[in-house]
């Protein structure tokens, strides 16, 4: 495989997994499967290029630790802009700085910036990407997936996979061919986009705020513009009807107190914001992640990272069924993970925008004392950010379990002078314990043996996606043992 486009294939073909669509989901997913020795083959109806109309313009703390673990986090943030405080509503800014984490702010960077840096890894690790081809329809049997797919030119074919993950967005051809439903409805109608230039730099790297019936948000792309995402309480019109500056100006005015000389539009376009998941993110040998699976409205800036999340946690136990070292129940957790994550920042990200646009008394006098509340209370304020940032969740565990299992494991120091998340980028699950432990030679190639740099003497085995398998804290040789067997394999 070399990374590049080829002729569609036909039945027989011989990648283990075909990632349909490759925005941030598909490209993060592709890459690990890739990097783990599995032939992947991602299908792309899009031209080879990088579009530059991003909606996505944030990059959270937990995201920025999964790219972390995969060396692109630096890179990123040298292109992007740090913001310690986060907006929520109104004039609530919440302070980000207190995160426990090595990315303590929020990142505004444009998707592409985002997707250019997966997919050259994507590429250095061969994954073969068609472009300009598209699924038409799925076929399952016991043995695998026939994914019938079409070229730009009128050709047609079969990919033939062990599993198949739709990431191909909100209007996904892999939920189609699974018949799947994607229940909700339609939050926010006829929001504007522009990208244009300004006589005026804003004062803050985001810019946004809400009053009365007008919403506006600018971010800037580094290259001179600005992103505009504006909307007007009153204006639900269709998505194809025309817009011009003007109205743009207008929203942003009304938003913002001034539309800081908007000019030289390159791009103006219209959508509709929907919250919407479906109620399976696996059917057979077949899986939904990102935009395929939920979507959400654009407050909090949650949509991207949480597709790049549902690839985090897909990728490395698609690797080890595929690589027979666990049973295909593994793939289920992906479902029991993820699922109550996608529930959570729709209503989180609902939320924020009918409490920035809240209007009517009792709506006004809710935010008012969300924002009381919010303001006082410590404990209140770390789960509401932790939620927004990723940080905050924890995946179920079984009872009994120690408290420790199913958490985000933050970036620990590691004896030697390195830390835990630097010890992942292998993909490899991170035993870390006190003291030296012989794990034998069966399991190296897929296990890193690493010890704290304090005095803690709890034993942790971290997943590939830098959450907590196991842990112990008077670990014996046989009970770390017993541990690898039933999660490493």
Known sequence: MNGTTGNTGTTGHAAQIVVVGSGPTGLLLAGDLAAAGIPVTVVEK???????????????????EQLDA??????????????????LFGRLAVDLGGLPSRFNHL?????????????ERAVAAGVDFR???ELTGLTQDADGVTAEVRTASGATGELRAAYVVGTDGMRSAVRAALGLPFPGRSAIRSVVLADVRLAEEPANVLTVNAVGDAFAFLAPFGDGYHRVIGWHRGRNVPDDTPLDLAEVKEITRLA??????????RWMSRFHSDERQAPAYRVGRVFLAGDAAHVHTPAGGQGMNTGLQDAANLGWKLAQVLHGHAPDALLDTYQAERHPVGRSVLRS?????????AKRPWTLALRAALTTVLDHAA??????VGRITGIGYRYPAPRGAHPLTGTRVPDVALAGGGRLYEALRDGRFVLITPDAHDVGSTRKDRLTLAHWASARRTALLVRPDGYTAWACDEPSPAAIDAALAAHVG
């Open 46 to 64: 899009r031209p080879r290029k990088i579009s530059n109309l991003s909606r996505a313009f944030v990059l959270h703390a937990r995201t920025l």
């Open 70 to 87: 995969r060396g692109l986090a630096d890179g990123l943030e040298a292109v992007g802009r740090p913001l310690d405080s986060l907006r």
């Open 107 to 119: 990142l505004v960077i444009p998707q592409y910036e985002v997707e250019k840096a997966l997919q």
């Open 131 to 133: 472009y300009e081809t």
């Open 256 to 265: 913002l107190g001034r539309d800081y000389g908007m000019h030289d539009a």
């Open 349 to 357: 990200s609902g939320g924020i925008v009918r409490l920035a646009m």
């Open 379 to 384: 404990p209140a304020r770390r789960r509401a």
